[in-house]
Every structure is written in structure tokens, then in C-alpha cells.
């Protein structure tokens, strides 16, 4: 019974990495912006776990070009449930943060 409901977890982990790859990565691939260098962009700039999040979250939620941190391109508007934004922007933290990886 603990293996299966270990099995389910890890699953639901899985899946939810997936989330980002489905609901940004494939676009970003597509317009030739890869995530991960954008990531590290936000966090030179605004520094912080809450900074770099709050920061993406506004900008994907009310996209304004004076603040983007990517200059020249076209803004787009993300069609993305402010719910399921902030899941997709834990496991973005998560798979790029430093912090706790350097040693």
C-alpha cells in the first residue's frame, strides 16, 4: 500500500513538472526564448525567490513593455488561470534556482 501511494506521488510530481514544458516551454522553444536563461535574467534583476516570482507573475498577468525584461520582442499575452500560474512558477523556481545547489 506505502509503494503504491509512493508510486502516485511521484507521478503527480512528474506530471506537474510537465505543466511548464506544456503551458511555456513549447512556445518559448518555438519564438526561439529558452526559459532558463530568461530565469536567470529575473533573478539578476530582482534577486529573490518572492522578487523573481512576483515579477514574472505581473508581467504574464499584465504583460507591459517598460517592464519586460526582454527588450526588442514582441510582448505577448499569456492565457494562463492565475491558480495554475503560480504552480507553474513553483516548478520553474524549483528546476532553476541556485540556491542550495552551489557548493
Known sequence: MERVIALLLVGLLLARGDLLERRCGECHNRIQLPLKPLFFDYL???SSERGVKGAMREQLLNPDPER????????YRHQVDPDELEIILQIYWNRYKVIGRIR
Open 44 to 46: 539578476l534583476h530582482y
Open 68 to 75: 519586460s525584461l526582454v527588450k526588442g520582442r514582441k510582448i
